[in-house]
């Protein structure tokens, strides 16, 4: 009965573990989205000040409209880019998390008691 009970505490501490290995890899994704969020957001800021000025500035309908046109381009790359970076974290996180669940267990199986 001892070595029973013994083995269910080794696979429960190895499930422990791996749920802790798991949640890192989680909440490291999570930092990494956080601080890709944070740095869109200071350049998305940068991006629509340097349009405005762009725009106050230009005095004929033509300029304004061009003025327009390359800061919605500028826009438009930078959402693609952030689309590409949410894509690469959730891919390599995905990755990280099959290996992790694929990892072998290593089973260390009954003990015998002596006689």
Known sequence: MDDVST???ELNLRGMQKAEVLARLAFGALERLA?????VCRRS???RE???RN???ARAGEKILARHAKAVG???REIAT???RVMLISRETGEAF???IAAPERPRGLRRKAA
Do not use: G, I, T, V
């Open 50 to 52: 340097a349009a405005c």
């Open 55 to 57: 725009l106050a500035s």
């Open 35 to 39: 601080a890709l969020n944070l740095d």
């Open 45 to 47: 800021l940068a991006l």
């Open 98 to 100: 099959a290996r992790e």
């Open 82 to 84: 952030y689309a590409q």
């Open 74 to 76: 500028e826009q438009s």
């Open 7 to 9: 083995h269910f505490q």
